[in-house]
């Protein structure tokens, strides 16, 4: 595939028939139903930043970023169909009407993401479900087998291949130990709540992705769970955050980087004629050990969070005792104090 340099100068793309186009893209971060330009997530920011590189190295500049909450009003589609865009980078699997729209009116989109899509479109691809069943072979390796999920479920292929090789290995799945909550800090955050009030009999979690998983390690920590002592956190994605939280997550990496620069060389060369038919281009995936995971040890209480539910309770407990007992010899100290004055209530400081 050769993708030929234009003139930085030249600001318009002539097609066979004619017909010009800007040497402009669009991109839609289809997953994320914020009202931002750009959002807030991690990995759809870096993967559009390498996108946008790549496009600025062959003189072609990002044009307008739009996300899912722009699309439930029409606004939106006539604003993506006035601005003359030479391309379209889907980044994310959308929806069928959002794909139905761009298959009506643009000739040429690029998808990346970590799932295929059902359109004859260019698609650059990180696998989820071999990212998470890499996760999951590392844990079991390490000698879990109770392990949970917290992340998406819903037309979901990390909790499919999840639920695929848990049953596939006779490895005990129960929904009792999945926490359906959307991808997040927050959504990482409540489903690991969830999960240890569920009083999940688990060694080990996988989350959909980094920012779930961080989350789930702060809840997970207020509740007095050592990681990985007590518990394993995997994530998924290697988002350069995850090396700065503690522990440092162990997480499965897609190459955001690669997968941007391809996405935008390969949709340069289509607007350019240099391929007509679709193409699927598969990155792979690598696991990312750090220190969130640790080796499962049998007949102790460090992998038993039900142990550790009670643990917090006691610790509560024990906390409200001391505060009951301060007060009680505040209270005495008082009474003392008054015995010794003639006008204790009216004493100033």
């Given at each position: 595939m050769h993708v030929t340099l234009r003139n930085p100068n030249c600001q318009k793309t002539v097609l066979d028939n004619g017909a010009t186009l800007d040497n402009t893209l669009s991109c839609i971060f289809a997953r994320i139903d914020d009202n931002n330009s750009k959002p807030s997530d991690e990995f759809f920011n870096s993967l559009a930043r390498s996108v946008e590189?790549?496009?600025?190295?062959?003189?072609?500049?990002?044009?307008?970023?739009?996300?899912?909450f722009n699309f439930n009003n029409e606004s939106a589609y006539n604003r993506l169909l006035n601005e003359?865009?030479?391309?379209?980078?889907?980044?994310?699997?959308?929806?069928?009407?959002?794909?139905?729209?761009?298959?009506?009116?643009?000739?040429?989109?690029?998808?990346?993401?970590?799932?295929?899509?059902?359109?004859?479109?260019?698609?650059?691809?990180c696998s989820g479900?071999?990212?998470?069943?890499k996760a999951l072979e590392y844990l079991n390796k390490l000698g879990h087998v109770k392990i949970g999920y917290i992340?998406?479920?819903?037309?979901e292929v990390r909790f499919d291949a999840y639920r695929h090789y848990m049953e596939g290995n006779d490895l005990p799945f129960s929904m009792e130990n999945v926490a359906n909550v959307t991808l997040g800090y927050n959504g990482g955050y409540e489903g690991m709540k969830k999960i240890i009030q569920n009083k999940a009999d688990i060694s080990a979690v996988i989350c959909a992705n980094d920012i779930t998983a961080i989350g789930a390690m702060k809840a997970a920590r207020e509740y007095g769970i050592k990681i990985p002592n007590t518990l394993s956190i995997i994530g998924i994605d290697d988002i350069e955050t995850s090396q700065?939280?503690?522990?440092?997550?162990?997480?499965?990496?897609?190459?955001?980087?690669?997968?941007?620069?391809?996405?935008?060389?390969?949709?340069?060369?289509r607007i350019q004629g240099g391929h007509?038919?679709?193409?699927?281009i598969f990155l792979p995936s690598k696991l990312v050990i750090r220190e969130s995971c640790a080796q499962y040890h049998k007949n102790t209480d460090v992998n038993n969070t039900e142990f550790f539910i009670h643990q917090f309770a006691a610790n509560n407990l024990k906390?409200?005792?001391?505060?009951?007992?301060?007060?009680?010899?505040?209270?005495?100290?008082?009474?003392?104090?008054?015995?010794?004055s003639k006008h204790p209530l009216s004493h100033t400081i």
């Open positions: 590189e790549e496009a600025l190295k062959e003189y072609y500049t990002m044009k307008s970023f739009l996300t899912s003359n865009a030479g391309g379209i980078v889907v980044l994310g699997r959308c929806n069928k009407p959002t794909l139905k729209f761009l298959k009506d009116h643009f000739q040429y989109v690029a998808y990346s993401g970590l799932v295929e899509i059902q359109a004859n479109y260019d698609q650059i691809l479900y071999e990212a998470c069943t992340g998406e479920v819903l037309d700065y939280v503690t522990p440092m997550l162990t997480t499965v990496h897609i190459p955001i980087r690669e997968m941007g620069s391809v996405t935008a060389k390969v949709i340069i060369d007509t038919a679709p193409m699927k906390a409200s005792s001391i505060i009951r007992t301060a007060e009680v010899k505040a209270v005495f100290s008082y009474a003392e104090y008054s015995s010794q």
